[in-house]
């Protein structure tokens, strides 16, 4: 990989999250199957499968080869935002354009307890609109995808560095100066492939919006 600069890097991300995809959002009762691996600080590798409703009311997983059905899900956090429709319908609400997007993202978390901050305000937007982002699963629209790179972009310390995901695929990590966390693009493509904390990881494997609990 051969790093621009991380403005350039979600610009280019930008462009090809808004460059006409279809889409169309799912229903409040669809399902949000999402695979993929995660490493542990000490090299533990394990592999996730599971299904989350999109209004967050139900989730699923395999326990012992079996799929389990649970009665509960991320909208039980008590937060609306915690799940993919709450999150998707709020990115969604946000204004179009990027400055106006980050303004917004800025002016909720300064209507936030301080204690509640992670370092300082670039620092709490980034995390903020990054793990709206990661909420909204599947809910995504391209436009709104766009938007979300392009306002990434306009914080001040934003920055990349060459690494990998769980699966030692090629990533550019994309943060912001004091946090210690990147989100992960796939350097061709510059979609989102998983999470890096330190020597943590995740890695994306498979996404898809289904009918019912285990289908894939």
Do not use: C
Request: hydrophobic share 40%; charged share 15%.
């Amino acid at each position: 990989i051969r790093l621009a600069s991380a403005t350039v890097v979600l610009d280019k991300a930008a462009a090809r999250a808004g460059a006409g995809h279809s889409f169309v959002m799912p229903g409040a009762h669809q399902w949000i199957y999402v695979k993929g691996v995660k490493t542990s600080p000490a090299g533990v590798f394990t592999l996730e499968e599971g299904w989350i409703r999109f209004d967050g009311e139900q989730s699923a997983d395999i326990e012992n080869g079996k799929l389990v059905v649970l009665p509960y899900g991320s909208a039980q956090d008590g937060d609306p935002l915690a799940t993919p429709q709450g999150a998707a319908q709020y990115l969604g609400s946000l204004p179009a354009q990027p400055k106006a997007l980050l303004a917004a993202i800025y002016k909720k978390v300064e209507a936030e307890p301080r204690s509640q901050w992670l370092g300082n305000l670039d620092a709490t937007a980034f995390s903020e609109l990054t793990q709206l982002q990661e909420n909204a699963v599947g809910g995504v629209p391209p436009k709104v995808q766009a938007d979300v790179f392009q306002a990434l972009a306009l914080i001040p310390g934003v920055r990349d560095i060459k690494t990998t995901d769980a699966l030692g695929r090629p990533a550019i990590g994309i943060t912001v100066a004091s946090q210690n966390g990147y989100f992960l693009l796939d350097p061709g493509t510059y979609r989102p492939i998983g999470l890096r904390y330190g020597s943590s990881a995740t890695a994306q494997t498979a996404l898809a919006v289904v009918s019912g609990p285990g289908q894939r």
